[in-house]
């Protein structure tokens, strides 16, 4: 992992930040705070070993996960548009475990951890419950790339599902094969039976929990299934910086690594008593470069201090 540099923000402080925009509600995740958790298994390609020795992904094994809505808000409706899906996943066992953490966006909302509290605390809300939408504007205008997430979340219709959305890992992580050869992949995490999206029309029927509730009805029909996939670096791509994709991403070369099949839910508690931790990744799979993720796993632990 890299080191974290030295600057105003901390892992604590952001975690400040997020529980302040939120509101401060207590015992909650300072992120992702409304969830469900599950279970199911994975099965890996024949071609996983390609791209990675990982145990994780190259071996079948059980899954423990949890799906979620972005923000810091445990009561925030399932219809908001404003806002990222989450799919937190754990493979392997206890001694070749990997969490692997996407959502529905592939970029982050900021580059840097002084840029993420700085965009955090602009939009703090005031004593009217709202944030200041002059500072948010100024904000915005100094750091445009810190708009590209809530752009592409704009720019789609809404998830109708959680099993019928396709999530991003945001960041590049060294991959090792058996070989001795590395390169940087990106997971994208497919639905086997597509996106599943809604019109606006269709929206406003919806209830507030309707993920949640279309969530528990496909599992019991066992229609929850994933693609994890890597998608495959070329010579010169960004690596350090999660606001961005990689050029032509989206018609990159993918290897599926694996199948996971959601196959029953798990009581939340499961999910709840510690954390989906980033830096846990099985060898074969190395920690990302950039400055967001060598952050996360601190930030993780704090917020679970906070919870508890």
Request: charged share 25%; aromatic share 8%; hydrophobic share 40%.
């Amino acid at each position: 992992m890299s080191r974290f540099p030295t600057g105003a923000a901390t892992p604590a402080s952001i975690v400040d930040a997020l529980k302040a925009v939120a509101g401060d509600p207590p015992k909650v995740r300072a992120s992702f705070a409304k969830g469900r958790c599950v279970r199911g298994t994975y099965a890996p390609s024949d071609r996983a070993a390609e791209i990675t020795k990982s145990p994780s992904f190259t071996r079948p094994s059980r899954v423990l996960a949890r799906f979620s809505v972005g923000g810091g808000n445990p009561h925030i409706a399932d219809t908001n548009n404003l806002v990222l899906r989450g799919f937190s996943f754990r493979l392997g066992d206890d001694r070749h475990r990997s969490d692997i953490l996407v959502e529905s966006a592939p970029v982050h909302f900021a580059r840097t951890l002084d840029q993420m509290q700085a965009f955090l605390k602009a939009r703090i809300p005031g004593p009217d419950g709202k944030p200041d939408m002059a500072k948010v504007k100024a904000f915005s205008a100094a750091n445009p790339e810190t708009l590209h997430q809530a752009n592409y979340i704009a720019a789609r219709p809404l998830p109708g599902s959680f099993a019928g959305t396709t999530y991003w890992g945001v960041h590049s992580f060294p991959a090792s094969n058996s070989k001795g050869e590395t390169r940087f992949i990106k997971f994208m995490v497919v639905p086997v039976g597509g996106d599943i999206t809604l019109t606006e029309d269709e929206a406003k029927a919806k209830s507030a929990d309707f993920l949640h509730d279309d969530l528990e009805n496909r599992i019991a029909a066992g229609d929850v299934r994933f693609n994890v996939m890597a998608l495959l670096d070329r010579p010169g791509d960004p690596t350090m910086d999660v606001t961005i994709r990689w050029p032509d991403e989206d018609n990159r070369e993918a290897v599926r690594l694996g199948t996971i099949v959601i196959t029953g839910p798990e009581a939340n508690d499961a999910c709840d008593a510690s954390i989906f931790d980033p830096a846990n990744l099985a060898e074969g799979i190395g920690h990302p470069p950039d400055e967001i993720f060598a952050a996360r796993h601190a930030a993780y632990t704090v917020s679970l201090a906070k919870r508890r």
